[in-house]
T-cell receptor, first 114, second 110 residues
Framework: DTAVSQTPKYLVTQMGNDKSIKCEQNLGHDTMYWYKQDSKKFLKIMFSYNNKELIINETVPNRFSPKSPDKAHLNLHINSLELGDSAVYFC?????????????FGPGTRLTVL | GQSLEQPSEVTAVEGAIVQINCTYQTSGFYGLSWYQQHDGGAPTFLSYNALDGLEETGRFSSFLSRSDSYGYLLLQELQMKDSASYFCAVLNQAGTALIFGKGTTLSVSS
């Protein structure tokens, strides 16, 4: 009965590689997000996706691209990985973006770029 | 843009009461939320205040003063399991995503 799931939980890879992280939610929510949490625990929004509308944080490099095959999935593809991409990536979902601001987070994917 | 300030660390003993403050600057305001995150875990929603005043949920309460752009999370009867990071958050100007503070690490000792 997992609400928001992500795979893989850990990802270790070399610089320059391309990788994907998958996210699925079974809550019936219409909005999904990707956040990056750095080593100082700073949580920063990367993307939000609602009803096929993608909102991109302008500070996110275009090496990062979200892909949503359907309302329950929002995958994150990263090209040409760099050392600075090492972080924990969280997927989240909510019913709309407003309201109580309650978002449900996945368990996170710890990405390590060597 | 949106910015939030909260203390980086707070320490307390079991059974005590602790208050974690959060001040914010926003263009447009939709309410203040609080999230808890244990080490190695995911952020989980604790509370949301859209209007001024105190909201109580068990041992945790959250307060908002919109005129002061200020809120706090109050944790009572502290337990060891309350040791975690606590984040205040507001929606961005477009209302499309949360902007988080840098988090307050709470350490509860016996």
């Amino acid at each position: 009965d997992t609400a928001v799931s992500q795979t893989p939980k850990y990802l270790v890879t070399q610089m320059g590689n391309d990788k994907s992280i998958k996210c699925e939610q079974n809550l019936g929510h219409d909005t999904m997000y990707w956040y990056k949490q750095d080593s100082k625990k700073f949580l920063k929004i990367m993307f939000s996706y609602n009803n096929k509308e993608l909102i991109i944080n302008e500070t996110v490099p275009n090496r990062f691209s979200p892909k949503s095959p359907d309302k329950a999935h929002l995958n994150l593809h990263i090209n040409s990985l760099e050392l600075g991409d090492s972080a924990v990536y969280f997927c989240a979902s909510s019913q709309g973006a407003g309201g109580t601001n309650e978002q449900f987070f996945g368990p996170g994917t710890r990405l390590t770029v060597l | 843009g949106q910015s939030l300030e909260q203390p980086s660390e707070v320490t307390a003993v079991e059974g005590a009461i602790v208050q974690i403050n959060c001040t914010y600057q926003t263009s447009g305001f939709y309410g203040l939320s609080w999230y808890q995150q244990h080490d190695g875990g995911a952020p989980t929603f604790l509370s949301y205040n859209a209007l001024d005043g105190l909201e109580e949920t068990g041992r945790f309460s959250s307060f908002l003063s919109r005129s002061d752009s200020y809120g706090y999370l109050l944790l009572q009867e502290l337990q060891m399991k309350d040791s975690a990071s606590y984040f205040c958050a507001v929606l961005n100007q477009a209302g499309t995503a949360l902007i988080f503070g840098k988090g307050t690490t709470l350490s509860v000792s016996s």
